[in-house]
């Protein structure tokens, strides 16, 4: 009975991640198509600029809207809106005659990305027991991960089907996103949800099917207790003095997750490998040994989130960021051999996916109350995405006006931040009923 309800959990937050999967692909897919839809919608660099960004800035309305119909319609409504979203946008960019079009599928993907980058993690977190819950949402990272690696990949092997390649490289993700948009029938709605919309029914039996029946009830009591306050949430009451320091947390750990650096180099990784001196088919390597590092550094997180606790991952995690970052920067200032330069690459994409990737996503749909987390969730999660935003737009400017050493200088100092913060900032959640958890 125990393995099957296992079975059953990790199952439906399987389907839930598939959100964080079709995040990464979406988020990486461009990069293999930009240099065709360069010439065939003769792109100059500014507009170039637009059809990267467009994505992002959709993400940041996406995350703004999502909250309150996933509170009002529930998580599992909004999931499947986001899942038809991917589709259509598939649809849309491959199909695309003129570069507004494509920009306009391409900001209603951003949509469906920022919805799933709010609405998978908090629909984990809220079924999930809590013994498992950090290994269960760190899922949804393994599959943005890996969306990230078949976005790669299936560009590689899609570059060579002739002139309109590009168009498959984009319709292709309509698969994962159909199978996302079907088998979110067959997942049940959030049990949270439902007692907060006072369907504690249904609230029992999916308890009783994930935690047993015994379990289930005393849960029920938990939640109904952290609900006696049953006044409807507005955004107002995200200014409560205990919701605002959670709030600030939340918001402090979605902008040092991004302003660290990290897609500087899984958006500018090639760029980076040929200021370092390296052939093309050595940077087409290299990026693999990014997306594998990252993969596996990942699945190692998993294992130890709910054993180690997320701040220890944090703490150390940033702590290697700091000095890989750090030693990144020293290698272009003194002109150390590219391998060098790859090792401190590679190692702080490690520190990163053993630490603020998964971990980040863990605590921001951990720390909230039940009332209000959607509406807390996307604040915080809408900062995930201005700073993307804010860091992929300046990452190139700063390199060329500064120079690649004092750019990886200032990152390794932000990581010194982190680190700090982290230490007297957060609060272990491991093992606890969300319920129990105040920041
Ligand atoms: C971040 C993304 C990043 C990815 C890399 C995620 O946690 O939110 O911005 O591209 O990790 O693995």
């Not at 292709?172 to 049940?188: E, K, Q, R, S």
């Not at 709030?247 to 500018?268: D, E, K």
């Not at 702080?348 to 605590?363: D, E, K, Q, R």
Request: glycine share 8%; net charge positive; with cysteine.
């Amino acid at each position: 009975m125990e393995k099957k309800r296992t079975g059953f959990i990790i199952l439906i937050s399987l389907i839930a991640a598939l959100g964080g999967l079709l995040f990464g692909f979406d988020t990486a897919v461009i990069s293999g198509v930009v240099p065709y839809i360069e010439t065939y919608f003769d792109l100059s660099s500014t507009q170039i600029g637009w059809v990267v960004s467009s994505l992002i800035l959709g993400c940041i309305v996406g995350v703004l809207i999502a909250g309150a119909p996933s509170d009002k319609y529930g998580r599992k409504k909004v999931l499947s809106t986001a899942a038809l979203l991917f589709v259509i946008s598939a649809f849309g960019t491959a199909l695309s005659k003129e570069i507004s079009t494509f920009v306009i599928f391409r900001v209603l993907g951003g949509f469906a990305v920022g919805i799933a980058s709010m609405i998978s993690p908090m629909y984990i977190s809220e079924i999930a027991p809590a013994e498992h819950r950090g290994k269960l949402v760190s899922l949804n990272q393994l599959t943005i991960v890996i969306g990230i690696l078949i976005a790669f990949f299936s560009n590689y092997l899609l570059s060579g089907v002739g002139e309109n390649n590009w168009r498959w490289m984009l319709v292709i993700m309509a698969i994962p996103a159909g199978l996302f948009f079907i088998a979110m029938f067959f997942v049940p709605e959030s049990p949270r949800w439902l007692m907060v919309t006072k369907q504690n029914e249904k609230a029992l039996k999916v308890l009783t099917r994930i935690n047993g029946e015994k379990n289930a009830k005393e849960e029920v009591e938990t939640i109904q207790k952290a609900l006696q306050d049953d006044s409807k949430p507005r955004l107002k009451d995200l200014l409560n003095t205990n919701i605002r320091k959670a709030l600030f947390v939340g918001i402090c750990l979605a902008i040092l997750q991004q302003i660290t650096g990290i897609n500087s180099i899984m958006y500018y990784a090639p760029m980076i490998f040929k200021e370092s001196g390296l052939s093309t088919s050595d940077a087409i390597l290299q990026t693999v040994a990014v997306g594998v590092i990252n993969l596996l550094f990942t699945l190692i997180a998993i294992r130890f989130v709910d054993k180690i606790g997320r701040r220890p991952l944090l703490i150390y995690g940033s702590m290697m960021m700091a000095i890989s970052l750090l030693l990144l920067s020293i290698a272009f200032f003194m002109n150390w051999e590219g391998i060098w330069k790859l090792i401190f690459i590679l190692s702080f994409i490690g520190a990163f996916a053993l630490s603020l990737g998964p971990v980040t996503w863990v605590l921001i749909a951990e720390i909230f109350p039940n009332r209000v987390r959607g509406k807390a969730m996307s604040v915080s999660i809408v900062f995930v995405w201005i700073s993307c935003f804010v860091v992929s737009l300046f990452f190139p400017i700063l390199c060329d006006k500064i120079g690649f050493g004092f750019t990886f200088l200032i990152l390794s100092m932000i990581s010194v931040v982190s680190f700090l913060f982290n230490m007297k900032f957060v609060i272990e959640t491991k093992g606890k009923n969300l319920e129990e958890i105040s920041i």
